[in-house]
């Protein structure tokens, strides 16, 4: 049950920070207190398989800059996409609350762009 | 400096600045070029905007904003209903984003839309159930 088509597009291998406004059922701020964050990015042609992840346990890459508001940060760093581009990628947030309950809120496109200057 | 062009103001700058800092490698001197046409009144707006961006994208670092939503699931016999309500509530972001609303700016009006097509969608299951027959 998630938010779908939250696509976006970078230049591998550049340092990128995904802005991410979550929310419950009802429209409202996601509370973010107790629970932990997930993000992957893999490829389109085998989404089961996570190229990059990052969490927001041990603050590995995703920080909850307000978990009352639900506002979260994820950060990719140049060394994460540097080898990546020429196919399609999938990317998905997940949030797993206080009690292990792991429920995906958000999925998208990632168009991974090449460049001449890294 | 409107046309960016690199190699020239790269040679122009080892003429006139001679003795300051020189950009090293092409990507810094674009850098510099982008900031200088953010700066000088001279540069078209549309100049100035397109500059802005490519420094924003490459120094704040941050390309892409994004919106999840958490629809509960607590009892596999809602999966069909939550599905929809999850479809509905994204349909309701992709057009807010369609008619210019900024997820990050204003998810205010983000959430206002997504309110809407909840209550609209709890309204239609009511009105479906208040169609059953008694004794059925």
Known sequence: ?118 | MINLDVTGVRRLWRIVSPGTPQPETDEEALHALHLARTKARFVPAKYREYSQAWLDERERKIVAHAVGVAVGMESTKYIEANMEMAFEMSEAVATAHKDGVPLKEDAVEVTRRMRLVRAALKAKRAAVRGFRLHGN
């Open chain 1, 1 to 118: 049950m998630a938010i779908k088509n939250q696509n976006f597009e970078m230049y591998a291998g550049n340092d990128v920070e995904l802005d991410i406004t979550l929310l419950d059922e009802d429209g409202g701020p996601l509370d973010l207190t107790d629970a932990t964050v997930r993000w992957a990015l893999s490829s389109a042609y085998d989404p089961s398989a996570a190229l990059v992840t990052k969490t927001s346990d041990g603050m590995s890459g995703i920080l909850i800059t307000d978990a009352e508001q639900g506002l979260v940060i994820v950060t990719l760093l140049r060394d994460d996409t540097e080898d990546f581009g020429g196919q399609p990628y999938v990317h998905e947030v997940a949030v797993i609350d206080s009690g292990g309950a792991e429920t995906t809120v958000l999925t998208g496109a990632v168009t991974i762009l090449k460049t001449a200057l890294q």
